[in-house]
């Protein structure tokens, strides 16, 4: 089986920093890509931002120049630094990764349980 868990979500005031981290763990070929998605209260859940294997980075508009997400290939280990935060912030982060089990099959996508991020004014 496949398991990601998130840590290093919680309470911080306006204009502080969190980073989170998830760690992809299992039976597991290869990790194509992995990702944060979060999900406020009353709104669906959005793309933060991806990486890739190779190091290709994709952000929503909203956090570039706030978020930095980094990727630890050898440990399949993704992070999320996040600074000059926002209560507009707060929400469920999810880590979600795409990959392979074995190298003959095909790239399934699996999302994490998720962690809060809150963030105070």
């Known amino acids: 089986q496949v398991q990601l868990v998130e840590s290093g979500g919680g309470l911080v005031q306006a204009g502080g920093s969190l980073r989170l981290s998830c760690a992809a763990s299992?039976?597991?070929?290869?990790?194509?890509?992995m990702g944060w998605y979060r999900q406020a209260p009353g709104k669906q859940r959005e793309l933060v931002a991806t990486?890739?294997?190779?190091?290709?980075?994709n952000y929503a508009d909203s956090v570039k120049g706030r978020f930095t997400i980094s990727r630890d290939n050898a440990n399949n280990t993704v992070y999320l630094q996040m600074n000059s935060l926002k209560p507009e912030h707060t929400a469920v982060y999810y880590c979600?990764?795409?990959?392979?089990?074995?190298?003959?099959?095909?790239?399934?996508?699996?999302w994490g349980r998720g962690t809060q991020v809150t963030v105070s004014s």
């Open positions: 990486i890739s294997s190779g190091g290709s980075i």
């Open positions: 979600n990764a795409h990959l392979r089990r074995g190298y003959w099959s095909s790239v399934t996508s699996y």
């Open positions: 299992g039976s597991i070929f290869s990790i194509n890509t």
